[in-house]
């Protein structure tokens, strides 16, 4: 065996080492020529990209990007590498005249665009349904556990703002201009009761038609803003408003002048004072309802008695001494010559609205009222073969009493003996019974049933109305000479005493027309319940406590829940609770639940003098009417009807929300844009206003 040094030795000798030599050779002379190769050709140009071979891990980091050679000191057409920035190595050297131009090369190819980073999924909404897996309606409905509409709620700096020029498409939207403000004769202005144009075009007014509604043509639409009189301040509140009100607020001093011996009101200093008196109870509203219970205790003001009507009501001192006896009472009276009577009702913070017994049925429900009363309220009921009581049998409700308190009552002149008697043979064809009749006053009560009617001679005037008659329908709806036919054949459902009848779903509640049969009691107390959520979260982070509220209007009422969670938290106002004609008629059962409602069509103004409510309250109103009626109409109604320094609260579509909002804007409204409790995500926004006290 060799040892390993001579095996070195053979190799040095072999051709091992000629292949080494050859091969160190070759290498040299390729550094060489790569080295010097710049001199006579453009220098290379290298594109590398997120397809390039990487690894995996540096594919996922990198950007496109274009690497140079060394080879400074030859120019390259840019152009060639537009589509990705470019990082050199070394600055480049200004382009020399004796180097060719660069070779046609085809454009790289466009770099890959990273990948938007993953949108994370919505929050789930915190309000739970109140359909089961099984498409029951659920008994445990929840809008939310503690805090769930903290989103509601949110501080100015922290709400969810949406840009002034945002459309509903996200584009841009005009911007609107400030309504003027109206001429200072316009300050009462109620449209459809002030058009005198179209009232001297009445062919007749015998019968009360200039008291009834004649709205504007569309091109005589309100289009400014209605001033407040000078020297317009806070409304006092309630309830010291019963008993006084500003005189600069109501400058009217005529029903002083005409009403004042009658203990109606007075004016001292720059206040007018209420004494509680009327005309048929100079002596105080409290002595005469005391009266009243004495007469029939069955009536149980705050218990059986709830809602009532009172007809002609002056300025509404029997509806306001009621209220201490937990009775709600709609005041009503014509625009005549007492003409601001419901003006100082609604200032005093009363329940009230402007109407007349004329021609039309009254924008009421049949079976509304418990209680309908007429002190001297100057209705001839008997004229037109009764068709002005038939109007309140059909507002009264089953087994409900009629209170008249007139001339006619105590009165022995013939005339007035006259006309008793013609009240007498009327209400007993109308199957009323006579409960009581002492001093200036006579008690009728209406039947339960319509076994009373179906027994008459059928030669008996004033006939039932046909089957297919609705007695709730009375959206510009002719009186009728016929009685309301009672529902079924039995006695009527009576509600249930007060308060137990506000949370209860109501009889009636069955025959509202509507896409959910089986499942509107679960409906009820689901609406019930999320009003009363959302009321909780306004108490709690805006101090709701604090405002001064007082006259309210729930301009979309459903089944009354928002006016019911006033009521559950003790706020001491009341709420008007209007359904539009558009949408299923639920007044009777806001009126079952002792509540007060009208119908009403918001493309039409709305019965009340200017400055009448405190809030303004519209769910998803603005959605359902922007195809019927114009929004800047219903909204410059609402700046008309709302108090300086009153609120408007509006849920409803974002984009409706923002179209809104530049609207309110232009009326001089400060509005805020906030998120539901549903979150940042939710289709719906909550439009938070607040009306200026000076403009």
């Known amino acids: 065996m060799k040892p390993l040094g001579a095996h070195g030795a053979d190799l040095l000798r072999g051709p091992h080492l000629i292949r080494a030599a050859v091969l160190a050779f070759a290498v040299a002379v390729a550094f060489l020529v790569g080295y010097h190769w710049p001199d006579a050709s453009p220098r290379l140009i290298f594109f590398s990209s997120a397809s390039s071979a990487a690894s995996p891990r540096s594919r ?95 501080t100015d700096e922290a709400a969810s703002q949406v840009p002034a020029d945002a459309g509903a498409g996200g584009g841009t939207r005009v911007k609107i201009g400030r309504f003027p403000v109206c001429p200072e004769s316009m300050r009462e202005y109620i449209p459809c009761l002030d058009n005198d144009e179209e009232i001297r075009r009445l062919p007749s007014t015998e019968r009360g038609e200039r008291f009834e509604r004649h709205c504007p043509a569309k091109d005589k639409v309100l289009s400014c803003l209605v ?77 059986h008695t709830r809602v009532v009507l009172d007809v002609g009501c002056g300025v509404a001192s029997f509806g306001a001494y009621l209220l201490s006896r937990d009775v709600l009472t709609l005041s009503i009276a014509p625009k005549d010559v007492h ?217 979309r009422a459903g089944f009354g829940g928002f006016a019911a969670a006033l009521i559950n938290r003790k706020f001491d106002c009341w709420v008007m609770n209007v359904v539009p004609v558009s949408e299923p008629n639920t007044l009777p059962v806001i009126y079952d639940r002792g509540l007060l409602g009208v119908a009403h069509d918001w493309c039409e103004p709305f019965d009340t003098y200017p400055r009448t409510y405190d809030l303004l309250h519209a769910f998803g109103l603005f959605s359902k009417e922007q195809k019927r009626c114009n929004i800047s109409s219903i909204l410059l109604e609402m700046d008309r009807i709302l108090r300086p320094g009153g609120r408007a609260y509006i849920r409803d579509r974002k984009e409706v929300v923002q179209e809104i909002k530049e609207i309110t804007n232009a009326m001089g409204w400060r509005a805020t844009i906030r998120d539901t409790a549903e979150g940042p995500y939710a289709s719906r926004k909550v439009l938070m206003c607040d009306k200026p006290m000076v403009r």
Request: neutral net charge; proline residues 13%.
């Open 339 to 555: 003409e601001n009577q419901i003006q100082f009702a609604l200032e005093r913070g009363v329940p009230a609205m402007v109407a007349a017994f004329a021609t039309h049925r009254l924008l009421y429900p049949s079976q509304a009222f418990d209680f309908i009363h007429c002190s001297r309220c100057r209705i001839n009921w008997t004229r037109d073969d009764g068709i002005l009581l038939l109007e309140v049998n059909r507002l009264l409700r089953a087994g409900g009493y009629f209170a008249w308190a007139a001339q006619p009552v105590y009165k022995h002149e013939e005339a007035q003996q006259e006309a008793w008697k013609e009240m007498e043979d009327l209400t007993s064809r109308l199957c009323w019974e006579l409960v009581k009749k002492e001093g200036y006053i006579a008690m009728w009560r209406k039947p339960l049933n319509n076994s009373c009617y179906m027994n008459r001679d059928p030669a008996v005037k004033p006939p039932l109305c046909d089957i297919d008659d609705n007695p709730d329908d009375v959206w510009y709806v002719n009186l009728k000479a016929c009685i309301s036919r009672l529902p079924g054949n039995g006695e009527v459902p009576v509600p249930f005493p007060w308060p137990t009848r506000l949370m209860e779903p109501p009889k009636r509640l069955q025959g509202v027309a509507m896409d959910a049969y089986s499942s509107k009691n679960e409906l009820f107390k689901a609406e019930t319940k999320f009003w009363d959520e959302i009321l909780e979260g306004y108490i709690r982070v805006f101090k709701w406590r604090k405002f001064k509220l007082r006259n309210v209007m729930d301009m």
């Open 227 to 303: 001033p407040a009189p000078k020297g317009y301040k806070a409304p006092i509140p309630w309830p010291r408003s019963r008993d006084e009100v500003w005189f600069s607020n109501v400058p009217h001093t005529r029903l002083v002048d005409d009403k004042g011996g009658q203990n109606w009101i007075t004016k001292v200093k720059d206040k007018f004072r209420f004494p509680g008196g009327g005309t048929q109870f100079i002596h105080g509203a409290n002595q005469y309802l005391d009266q009243i219970s004495q007469m029939v205790p069955d009536v149980a003001f705050g218990s």
């Open 60 to 154: 996922s980091s990198r950007s496109p990007a274009v690497a140079l050679s060394p080879n400074s000191n030859v120019s390259f057409d840019p152009s060639l590498i537009s589509t990705a920035p470019a990082t050199a190595a070394a600055a480049p050297a200004p382009p020399t005249a004796s180097a060719p131009p660069p070779p046609s090369l085809p454009p790289p190819p466009p770099p890959t665009p990273a990948p938007p980073p993953p949108l994370l999924p919505p929050p789930p909404p915190a309000r739970l349904g109140i359909v089961g897996d099984d498409g029951a309606m659920r008994d445990d409905f929840d809008v939310g556990g503690a805090g769930a509409n903290d989103t509601d709620l949110a």
